[in-house]
């Protein structure tokens, strides 16, 4: 379980590597502090998405990507240099200052419009049509890994407001119209979605 609070960018060391059974294997670049704090076997969110460390050095750690992985996410589209989002699972007593995220993501959209104001920043995504019944506006949203706010709610699209602290610690001030993202919505919604559609009151999802 995650918050979405990003800890640190890290970075991909080498071109994702082939593995057994259609995955793929990445190294990434990391803090001493974060390595410090991480295990082989434990859980490392990465731009949104839940991976499990199965080698570590003082400033790198290794996760496997499987099919399933590769056919929902971007990060099969990562290469050598790129920066992505890092946040290691809660730990009893860690504060919950974002929302409660799966790393589990539901799909991806592609930024549709940026606006720059001054020191902050407008994104605004693209709305996968399944998805559409969890966006809420002022609800909650994952975006690679992001705990966000929607501030602004249409039919095709919806928005975000990025303070300065989040451009600076984050990806997302990296993303530019085009680029696509890795999307999970609020896990409350989509429990109270299912109840629902269990007793005929929603259409079930595709």
Not at 181 to 194: A, I, P, S
Request: charge should be negative.
């Amino acid at each position: 379980m995650f918050t979405g609070l990003i800890i640190e960018r890290g970075t991909l060391i080498a071109d994702p590597t082939p593995s057994n059974q259609g995955g793929v294997r990445l190294t990434i670049g990391l803090s001493p502090d974060l390595a410090a704090r991480l295990a082989i076997g434990d859980s490392l969110a990465v731009s949104g998405v839940c991976l499990t460390i199965t080698e570590k050095g003082t400033d790198r750690v290794a996760v496997e990507l499987s099919p399933e992985t590769l056919s929902r996410t971007t990060l099969g589209e990562l290469s050598q240099g790129d920066a992505v989002n890092l946040e290691p699972a809660l730990r009893m007593g860690d504060a919950l200052g974002g929302h409660w995220v799966q790393g589990h993501v539901d799909g991806t959209a592609r930024v549709v419009d940026r606006r720059d104001l001054t020191d902050h920043r407008v994104l605004a995504f693209s709305i996968p049509p399944d998805l559409a019944p969890f966006l809420v506006e002022k609800g909650s949203v994952t975006v690679d890994g992001v705990s966000l706010t929607v501030s602004a709610l249409c039919s095709d699209r919806f928005e975000v407001a990025l303070i300065p602290h989040t451009l600076e610690v984050t990806t997302l001030s990296r993303l530019v119209p085009g680029d696509a993202v890795n999307l999970e919505m609020d896990v409350l919604g989509k429990y109270v979605h299912r109840i629902l559609a269990a007793r005929g009151l929603v259409a079930p999802l595709p």
